[in-house]
T-cell receptor
């Protein structure tokens, strides 16, 4: 069974500082990997996804993530954080079960941005 | 295109009651998935519907059920509500053009259910 680990429950960074959120996955085949962001009281918004090909993927809002198969990781990065980035971030792996698909999420990392 | 819509947005029920939540997917999307989000358990997959058929199911009791209509709209039902069912219920849709594997799922704003 697939699983996702986000080791950091809560991270605080200063506005303008760089950010890296960690994600490790466990899956027996080539994974489909996603990062979603959730603002308070809202649903999930897709930031970026990795299916295959280039291991460095670019997303919205200036985010990027790098797939490292050897480390089973898919860390999310942003070079300069803005106060509006404060939210909860979820890493997910998409499993292919027959013709169906489902997402398995990590427990999330809450990002606080100080001014 | 309009996004995924869910109704109602907020709901308060008492233990033992049942509840029905509704989800309208993005136009043209044929797959609808449901997730439960709680502080303790995080985001957990409930089930997925495609062409009015449930084709994937998570580890939830039979009190949780769903269905999908011919226009891809979906409903989920929880019978005999328990306090632990208080959660944010999220619906997600995907095109299912390639069968669903690895497709991006687009989420609605969720329905927040409070069971008293």
């Amino acid at each position: 069974a697939q699983s996702v680990t986000q080791p950091d429950i809560h991270i605080t960074v200063s506005e303008g500082a760089s950010l890296e959120l960690r994600c490790n996955y466990s899956y027996g085949a080539t994974p489909y990997l996603f990062w979603y962001v959730q603002s308070p009281g809202q649903g999930l918004q897709l930031l970026l996804k990795y299916f295959s090909g280039d291991t460095l993927v670019q997303g919205i809002k200036g985010f990027e993530a790098e797939f490292k198969r050897s480390q089973s990781s898919f860390n999310l990065r942003k070079p300069s954080v803005h106060w509006s980035d404060a939210a909860e971030y979820f890493c997910a792996v998409g499993a292919h079960t027959g013709t169906a698909s489902k997402l398995t999420f990590g427990t999330g990392t809450r990002l606080q941005v100080t001014l | 295109k309009a996004g995924v819509t869910q109704t109602p947005r907020y709901l308060i029920k008492t233990r033992g009651q049942q509840v029905t939540l509704s989800c309208s997917p993005i136009s043209g999307h044929r797959s609808v998935s449901w997730y439960q989000q709680t502080p303790g358990q995080g985001l957990q997959f409930l089930f997925e519907y495609f062409s009015e058929t449930q084709r994937n199911k998570g580890n939830f009791p039979g009190r949780f059920s769903g269905r999908q209509f011919s226009n891809s709209r979906s409903e989920m039902n929880v019978s005999t509500l328990e306090l632990g069912d208080s959660a944010l219920y999220l619906c997600a849709s995907s095109p299912a053009a390639s069968g669903g594997a690895g497709e991006t799922q687009y989420f609605g704003p969720g329905t927040r259910l409070l069971v008293l």
